[in-house]
């Protein structure tokens, strides 16, 4: 069994925090690159390490997870490859990392969640993508508040019927926006799509 130490990250929000997470050949250096590794190896350059990151929008890449606190993990582990090809790298929680190196998400799994992050993101906004993630999280046929004016801000969702509202009674108007929240909620179209991008349902 692979020994396990405690190790530091550094979350998106800049704090340290401490995890236990099992040692594995990967050796992952976290966000920042400033976890010890046993091998000499260089970082991961700055300009790769940012667009994995803000591939997964600076969280997990797993759907079902999408936790904060990030490391960089290598599909095919750095002791084979030796190098830090950006196809090659998708940010994982230390508990999602853990469960890479030992096998309970493999790397083909890996690979189909990164190429449907950048088939996601080159069609939505990271707003966009967040708040359907979002809805998707809630019981079937329950939705947000959304005041009516952002609805621009949610267009590509809304052309594509991932996304809809309810429309509530019209409360206070203001210079002709009505300022009473409408229900925004997840569409079957848009519960399709996510569910194409591949989660696993437990």
């Known amino acids: 069994m692979a020994e396990t130490s405690r190790l530091l990250f550094t979350t998106d929000r800049g704090a340290n925090q401490s995890a236990l997470a099992t040692a594995a050949p990967c050796q992952a250096l976290d966000v920042g690159n400033k ?25 997990c890449a797993i759907p079902t997870c999408r936790h904060i606190h990030v490391e960089i993990h290598h ?8 190098k830090h090809d950006y196809d090659n790298l998708i940010a994982l ?31 939505f906004s990271q707003l966009e993508i967040d708040t359907l993630f979002d809805l998707y999280s809630l019981p079937k046929g329950k939705g947000r508040p959304w005041p009516q004016y952002l609805n621009l801000m949610l267009k590509r969702l809304f052309d594509s019927k991932y996304v809809d509202v309810s ?27 996510i569910d194409s991008l591949g989660i696993e349902h437990k």
Not at 36 to 43: A, L, N, S
Not at 75 to 82: D, G, N
Not at 104 to 110: G, N, P, V
Request: some cysteine.
């Open 35 to 59: 976890k010890m590794t046993e091998e000499k190896r260089p970082p991961i350059p700055a300009e790769i390490e940012r667009k994995v990151l803000v591939e997964a929008g600076h969280r």
């Open 75 to 82: 599909i095919i582990p750095w002791a084979t490859c030796q």
């Open 93 to 123: 929680c230390p508990n999602c990392h853990t469960r890479a190196h030992n096998g309970e998400i493999d790397k083909k799994s890996l690979r189909i969640y990164k190429a449907n992050l950048r088939f996601a993101h080159d069609k």
């Open 167 to 193: 429309e509530m009674m019209a409360g206070m108007i203001i210079s002709g926006v009505k300022s009473t929240p409408d229900i925004l909620y997840i569409t079957d179209e848009g519960r399709a799509f």
